[in-house]
């Protein structure tokens, strides 16, 4: 019997004493560890009644555990189910209701909750801590720690993972064993990772940047990880001179870029840094560069597609783009029906075996949004520019249509950021009587800077037409962020919703 994405991630390394996962305190994990770990897991899985195709949804605090527990949901053929940790009662009952899953984990200090998240739901409920505790390992502890994968072929469901839901209902989005296992192989092979690589994972497990790429794709070239519960920048500091890679967000390389003894000489020797899940801004790519001598790597992925496009490994990668479609990705920008010319902005649209099997029990959701001919129309704006290279302008929703022009955020945003005193800057459209809509820009200033309304939209009034500029300027410590680093807009929509209100 086959597995189609557990036995490309484990099958070569089951009962292999290689090192896999190095925590902080100076232990280690071997892949023949983590596989019978898994194993265990998987018997209980099956002993509690979980059948293939059954969903497991997991909220948990990041562990080698969770980990071993995402492995143990493959090979026994279920549907992992990862959900943030920051979820609410409320928001996880959502997830409950509408998933339908045959197992709930949960942190033991979430049970007390049970009755919220879980309403009737006849899922059985188990309990995993931080520290490996909780009564899912106690269980695990009983079984037999072999166990022969169940049988899974490329089209079976390996995960569902739900989009954040900011501009509706949480959609859960099908990814089957083949959209897991092609990306992870490009990915693999396109940034040359090896059996010799070790990879700083700071990033949490319920996305798919820390789980289905860094994970997927280390288990695949057989490297190990250094197995971060999460980010701290004099940690990573301290952990970087037995790391050859990282993966990061933008938070990430930026409060690197706040400490002092973050230099060539710390970072010189790694080989990658990659950088995701939200825009970074060409600033930090430069900064990062003349303190390191290191370009990061910047690529663009999406829940239901996993990686999309990446800068290339060697060859130029250009501050403020992400790069080119990976192999056997196809990518076009469609306006009107059509595809437009080189240089002009429009929505992306994706084709390839990383694309998603539609939204989980959303048939009129999964018709708007994925074609019969495998085109996935993203949301997401951008362009490709004559070299080829691919950018994001922002999402479609972001889209401000004012007085009848389009105004694309980034733009005004990219001649915001370079005012003195401005950090960053998001820009958002808000109901206006007379024009339908009224540019806003909310801005971060830098530490110690004084910025006023008016300075700054009279600083903006010959560098953007008229219908760009701002008509109010919101002046704030620090913009909103999820906790994969992205700018939550549609939080900042709501928020300043009646600016304009006569």
Same mark, same amino acid.
């Given at each position: 019997m086959t597995n189609t994405l557990f036995d490309a991630l484990m099958g070569p390394h089951r009962g292999s004493e290689r090192v896999f996962l190095i925590l902080p305190d100076g232990n280690a994990l071997s892949y023949a560890d983590i596989d019978r770990l898994s194993a265990r897991l998987a018997n209980l899985l099956v002993a509690e009644g979980v059948k293939p195709g059954d969903r497991v949804a997991v909220q948990v605090e990041k562990s080698p555990e969770a980990l071993a527990l995402y492995l143990g949901c493959l090979r026994a053929g279920a549907v992992f189910l990862p959900l943030n940790t920051a979820y609410t009662a409320a928001e996880v009952a959502y997830f409950v209701g509408d998933a339908e899953?045959?197992? =709930? =984990?949960?942190?033991?200090?979430?049970?007390?909750?049970?009755?919220?998240?879980?309403?009737?739901?006849?899922? =059985?409920?188990?309990?995993?801590?931080?520290?490996g505790?909780?009564?899912l390992m106690a269980g695990a502890a009983e079984m037999d720690d072999v166990q022969e994968p169940v049988e899974r072929g490329p089209d079976d469901l390996a995960a569902i993972l739900y989009t954040s839901g900011t501009t509706g209902r949480s959609k859960g989005a099908m990814l089957s064993h083949r959209n897991l296992l092609s990306n992870a192989e490009v990915l693999t092979d396109y940034w040359r990772f090896t059996a010799d690589d070790v990879l700083l994972h700071a990033l949490p497990i319920f996305h798919t940047h820390g789980l289905f790429v860094a994970t997927n794709v280390l288990m695949l070239a057989g490297g190990a990880m250094i197995w971060l519960a999460k980010f701290d920048a004099k940690q990573v500091?301290?952990?970087?001179?037995?790391?050859?890679?990282?993966?990061?967000?933008?938070?990430?390389?930026?409060?690197?870029?706040?400490?002092?003894?973050?230099d060539h000489a710390l970072a010189g020797h790694m080989r990658l840094f990659t950088s995701g899940s939200a825009p970074l801004l060409a600033e930090t790519h430069r900064a990062f560069e003349a303190r390191t001598g290191q370009r990061i790597l910047e690529r663009y992925g999406m829940?239901?597609?996993?990686?999309?496009?990446?800068?290339p490994y060697e060859g130029e990668r250009r501050a403020g783009t992400v790069g080119f479609p990976l192999p056997g990705v196809e990518l076009r920008i469609m306006e009107g029906g059509a595809e437009v010319a080189a240089g002009e902005i429009g929505t992306i649209e994706v084709r390839g075996e990383n694309v998603f099997q539609g939204y989980w029990?959303?048939?009129?959701k999964t018709a708007e949004e994925l074609r019969p001919d495998g085109w996935f129309i993203t949301g997401d704006l951008g362009l490709i520019d004559e070299g080829g290279y691919v950018s994001i302008v922002g999402r479609g929703k972001d889209l401000i249509i004012s007085g009848g022009f389009n105004v694309y955020p980034i733009e005004v945003e990219d001649v915001i950021d370079r005012l003195p005193g401005v950090l960053e800057s998001a820009v958002i459209g808000l109901p206006h009587p007379d024009f339908g809509e009224g540019v806003v820009a909310v801005i971060a200033r830098e530490k110690g800077a004084e910025l006023e309304e008016q300075a700054i939209i009279a600083a903006l009034a010959d560098r953007?037409?008229?219908?760009?500029?701002?008509?109010? =300027?919101?002046?704030?410590?620090?913009?909103?962020?999820?906790?994969?680093?992205?700018?939550?807009?549609?939080?900042?929509?709501?928020?300043?919703?009646?600016?304009?209100?006569?």
């Open positions: 899953p045959a197992m =709930v =984990v949960c942190d033991p200090s979430r049970e007390a909750q049970r009755a919220a998240f879980m309403g009737d739901s006849p899922a =059985v409920l188990m309990t995993l801590a931080g520290d505790t909780g009564s500091m301290s952990l970087m001179p037995r790391a050859t890679s990282m993966m990061g967000v933008p938070t990430f390389y930026t409060r690197l870029l706040d400490q002092p003894g973050f829940t239901e597609t996993n990686m999309n496009t990446s800068n029990r959303m048939p009129e953007l037409a008229k219908f760009k500029q701002p008509k109010r =300027v919101i002046v704030v410590d620090e913009l909103p962020r999820n906790t994969m680093g992205k700018v939550q807009k549609a939080a900042l929509r709501k928020e300043h919703e009646g600016l304009f209100a006569r």
